[in-house]
């Protein structure tokens, strides 16, 4: 506390708590047994579960599903994509004012990550007027002045164009899953599904009813308001919520299966939040195995979309689309991918 030199850091706590292993590793030497948590993190773990479950090889390629020898970045290959839109209309003032502006990887960053946990156009403007914002807080110019506001939602809408053209089948996976809720809607059922996992899953969002309630507290007039559920399903939240919420599924279903293979393999260190997985440094080789094969025998044993059409009762799976086409993703690839957690 009398040299606080190590606030400075990107992640000042975690750079502490490296400090104090660094000086005992120092004070003992080799054989110092480290207690310190490592951590290896899925890239947009997401549209890897969307591109494993369809068998996507270009999704899969652009979040590390595949071996290769550098990183694959999702995230670049949008802002790519949306340099290449402007480039289409450079002739427009717009346009080349964004391009001057540079297009890089934070700026997609955001709406990329939230897309398959129910980000919406809405959300993906507000990202990136958000990132605008901040790389002109660090000294970029602003080159639309008291235009900025109107020409950033021409590039969000650029922005949402383009996660389109480069996550394709994932797309198409969320529609089909919408489609699939408004239609158990219809038929007034929920949703309900088993992870691979074996954890059952109710989805039920009900209409509500807000009530308005006026009264007096100490002379004052005031105002209070309650909310309570109805007994009709909500067509419309049914629907928004059940990508994020099926995908959340196989995200708990692929950490809880990769638990029990590394428990199995003597590993019993555990730092584990959502996509980060995490265990001492003596255990991270055995633990990035057996996230590798937890994942690809839980899309090898589980078709999961056709698990769940089949969890729908017979009324509502009669209106439910045909299930998305699948690729020709060699799932088996991925234990062979450094970058698929790093």
Same mark, same amino acid.
């Given at each position: ?11 000042? +706590?975690? @750079? ?27 890239? &947009?773990?997401? #549209? ?35 340099? +290449? ?5 450079? =002739? ?71 996660? %389109? ?6 797309? !198409?996976?969320?529609? +089909?899953? !919408? ?7 219809? /038929? ?14 109710? !989805? %039920?969002?009900? =209409?509500?009813? $807000? ?11 005031? *105002? #209070? %308001? ?11 939240? !049914? ?8 995908? $959340? %599924?196989?995200? /708990?279903?692929?950490?809880? #299966?990769?638990? &029990? #293979?590394?428990? =199995? ?8 939040? $959502? ?17 590798? $094969?937890? @994942?690809?025998?839980? *899309? ?43």
């Amino acid at each position: 506390m009398g040299d606080l030199w190590w606030t400075e850091a990107d992640k000042p +706590w975690c @750079f502490l708590a490296w400090v104090f292993e660094y000086a005992a590793f120092l004070r003992e030497g080799y054989g110092y047994v480290s207690s310190l948590p490592l951590s290896v993190d899925g890239s &947009c773990n997401g #549209l890897q579960h969307f591109s494993a479950m369809l068998r996507d090889p270009v999704g899969g390629a652009a979040v590390n599903l595949i071996p290769s020898e550098t990183p694959a970045d999702i995230y670049q290959r949008v802002a790519d994509r949306v340099v +290449w839109k402007l480039e289409q209309t450079k =002739d427009d003032w717009v346009s080349r004012g964004w391009l001057d502006f540079g297009i890089n990887r934070k700026i997609t960053k955001r709406p990329v990550m939230v897309l398959p946990y129910g980000g919406t156009f809405k959300s993906c403007m507000d990202y990136v007027r958000a990132a605008v914002a901040e790389k002109i807080a660090d000294g970029t110019e602003n080159p639309f002045g008291d235009e900025l506001p109107k020409t950033t939602a021409t590039l969000a809408r650029n922005v949402w164009d383009s996660i %389109s053209d480069v996550v394709i089948a994932a797309r !198409q996976a969320m529609d +089909w899953l !919408q489609k699939c809720a408004r239609a158990a809607t219809a /038929a007034g059922v929920p949703l309900q599904w088993t992870a691979p996992s074996g954890f059952p899953v109710l !989805q %039920s969002y009900m =209409d509500r009813t $807000h009530r308005r309630v006026k009264t007096r507290l100490q002379g004052s007039l005031i *105002y #209070l %308001s309650t909310v309570e559920d109805g007994d009709k399903l909500d067509g419309s939240k !049914q629907a928004l919520a059940v990508s994020p919420n099926f995908v $959340h %599924s196989l995200d /708990a279903a692929a950490m809880m #299966l990769t638990i &029990c #293979l590394a428990l =199995d393999n003597g590993v019993d260190q555990f730092a584990m939040i $959502h996509d980060s997985y995490g265990t001492v440094a003596a255990d991270m080789d055995m633990l990035s195995a057996c996230l590798r $094969h937890a @994942f690809v025998d839980m *899309y090898e044993d589980h078709d999961v979309l056709a698990e769940f059409l089949q969890s729908l009762p017979e009324e509502a799976r009669a209106k439910c689309p045909e299930l998305p086409p699948k690729g020709d993703l060699n799932i088996q690839e991925v234990h062979n991918s450094e970058f698929f957690f790093a």
